[in-house]
């Protein structure tokens, strides 16, 4: 194990673990198990938003410094949005997928001439992406407001190009707005409708986890539940040299616990062999040197990853 220190310890049977499972982490990728025994799961399938691209989207966006598309001196609500991107059956991490992501300002405005709020990111190794922005505004749409928004186009090598937005919990505007106000067919926002919390810089976070399929979309998932197992907690986050991972495994199986950075390299493995269904308990004690900023922790069962929990070095 590299630079972990594993304190496992077994506190409830697997009775209890199935009752703690849909709505408790945000992050998880909403899927069906394709038989008793199979690891491969099918994952729901895409919506594309009816807006579409929109009329102000603007090709060859920069790539983004730092992950960083609204500068430090923007206006707004600072928001940061990550997540992860999988193929169809969540058998795959999708990396050097390109995210292209444009949006409006706190006041509802777009940039048309330049790149304002607009660049490309990729995912890394391990799928997962992240990017730094503020709270988009509203602007009128004939005499309604359009909802708080986000465009996010999404290509791959092997897959179709997505173009879709995402929206947030709790506006009052979409129940009044044409395409995020849909909850069925293929338009159905609903799933790229997300939660924002406020951490504890207090920036706002979300996530969107994104399935996209090699003959259709990609889907953002939110609302979930799965039946291998999670990672329920990991506390203190943010943390300084040691922090507590608390996962269940709801099967006996072959679990993998580790810890990535942002460019998807191996930071830690805390966890390789073979563990009944129960809760466990794993302590990570930092390396001294590790630098501060994001990390993903990544739960493994039989190979295949089922869910993962972002954490901050400070």
């Not at 499972?21 to 038989?35: D, M, N, Q, V």
């Not at 500068?71 to 991107?85: A, D, L, Q």
């Not at 942002?262 to 966890?271: C, I, K, P, T």
Request: hydrophobic letters at 35%.
């Amino acid at each position: 194990m590299n630079d972990s220190s594993n304190d496992r310890r077994k506190f409830l049977k697997n009775t209890g673990l199935l009752a703690l499972s849909a709505g408790l982490i945000p992050s998880l990728l909403k899927a069906e198990t394709k038989g008793e025994d199979a690891d491969s799961q099918a994952c729901d399938k895409t919506t594309l938003d009816f807006y579409g691209e929109g009329p102000f989207y603007t090709a060859n966006a920069p790539t983004l410094t730092s992950g960083q598309l609204a500068s430090n001196t923007e206006p707004g609500s600072r928001m940061i949005i990550s997540g992860r991107v999988m193929n169809l059956d969540c058998t795959q991490a999708i990396q050097n997928a390109t995210i292209d992501i444009w949006q409006a300002d706190d006041a509802g405005a777009y940039d048309n001439s330049g790149f304002k709020l607009r660049g490309k990111t990729t995912t890394n190794s391990q799928g997962f992406y992240q990017f730094e922005t503020i709270k988009p505004g509203k602007y009128l749409n004939g005499s309604t407001f359009r909802p708080s928004h986000i465009h996010i186009k999404i290509s791959a090598t092997g897959f179709p190009e997505l173009t879709t937005q995402i929206y947030f919990q709790g506006d009052s505007s979409i129940p009044g707005d044409a395409a995020a106000s849909i909850t069925s067919g293929n338009f159905d926002a609903s799933a790229r409708i997300i939660p924002l919390y406020t951490n504890s810089q207090n920036v706002l976070e979300g996530t969107w986890d994104v399935v996209i399929d090699a003959n259709g979309s990609g889907l953002g998932q939110s609302d979930i539940h799965l039946n291998k197992g999670m990672i329920y907690s990991a506390s203190p986050n943010p943390f300084r040299d040691k922090i507590e991972i608390r996962y269940g495994v709801f099967n006996k199986a072959k679990v993998s616990l580790n810890v990535y950075d942002l460019q998807g390299q191996l930071v830690a493995n805390l966890e390789e062999e073979v563990l009944e269904a129960e809760k466990y308990v794993a302590t990570w004690k930092a390396p001294l040197n590790l630098k501060k900023g994001y990390y993903f922790i990544s739960l493994q069962i039989n190979q295949l990853q089922v869910h993962y929990l972002k954490i901050l070095k400070s």
